[in-house]
């Protein structure tokens, strides 16, 4: 990264880093000028996406005229929106996953408990052990229920 002088200082700082005509400003580095004229833009605009103290993104702006940005305010303002969308997406995830996985221990202690056989315990226990890991069935479960003749859920 640290081809990317203009990241970096977005990084280390935790703020906005313009940069109104890269060819000319010295503290741009020899790829970051390669870059903008293999793209055709003189002015930048880089925001770090942070939450919780930690950069997760940027949002970058360009300009093909060598120009200050106006409204510089505006430009931060929704990377701080679109920061707490992602962090708040993420939280979501979390929460769904959470919920997901509280259903399926309710639901096997329900099926745990409905059965005295020790079989059939294993049998559901297994079963719920791949569910909550997400696996498809394989391996030796899938070869002992069939040769068992024990329906084994997909």
Same mark, same amino acid.
């Given at each position: ?9 977005? %990084? ?8 109104? /005509?890269?060819? !000319? /400003? ?16 003189? !002015?930048? +605009?880089? %925001?770090? =996406?942070?939450?919780?103290? /930690?950069?997760?993104?940027? %949002? ?17 303002? =929704?990377?701080? +929106? ?12 979390? =929460? ?8 399926? +221990? ?26 909550? !890991? ?21």
């Amino acid at each position: 990264m640290s081809d990317y002088g203009l990241y970096v200082t977005a %990084v280390e700082k935790q703020q906005l880093v313009a940069c109104a /005509d890269i060819l !000319a /400003d010295p503290t741009v580095t020899r790829m970051e000028r390669e870059e903008a004229l293999s793209w055709g833009y003189r !002015a930048t +605009v880089d %925001v770090p =996406l942070i939450s919780k103290a /930690d950069v997760i993104g940027f %949002v970058s702006l360009y300009n093909r005229a060598p120009r200050p940005f106006e409204r510089e305010d505006v430009v931060l303002g =929704l990377a701080q +929106v679109a920061s707490q969308a992602i962090a708040n997406a993420r939280l979501y995830e979390k =929460l769904d996953d959470n919920l997901r996985r509280m259903a399926l +221990v309710s639901e096997s202690a329900l099926e745990l408990a409905s059965s005295l056989e020790l079989q059939d315990t294993l049998l559901a226990t297994a079963r719920r052990l791949c569910l909550a !890991a997400r696996k498809k069935r394989r391996g030796w479960m899938n070869g002992w229920s069939r040769k068992n003749g024990v329906p084994f859920p997909a």
